[in-house]
């Protein structure tokens, strides 16, 4: 008698979510994903563990995790806002910052998009 047993992650894609970006500041440009684990014998999923909530953001590209909570919540209805605070940042690429207003700014760019200055390279 042998069991096969595996854990495999699953991610679902929840959706577009709102609410301000705790890295970068940008509104309305979050993701949400459900992390969850799945126990699987013989191949037949038998226990999912509670889901990880992270979100991402579509302009600085940091990854949140978003307390569970307030995840389940955006779950039931993607109109709920997130807030900051509900969010902690796991990764963020450290981004330079305009040093007018302090708004992370792309490499790339050439003006800050929050107030105009002109960004020194
Ligand atoms: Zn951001
Ligand atoms: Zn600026």
Redesign the pocket.
Known sequence: MFFIAGMSPKLYQIGNVMGE?P??G?QD?LFLVKRSQTLSLFFIPVVKYGGEYLVT?G??A?LMELNPQMGKRVERDLNTRISPYDMHIIKNKNLPRCPQCGRQVYQDQNYCPGCGHKLER
């Open positions: 970006c890295a970068c940008a440009k953001c302009q600085c940091s």
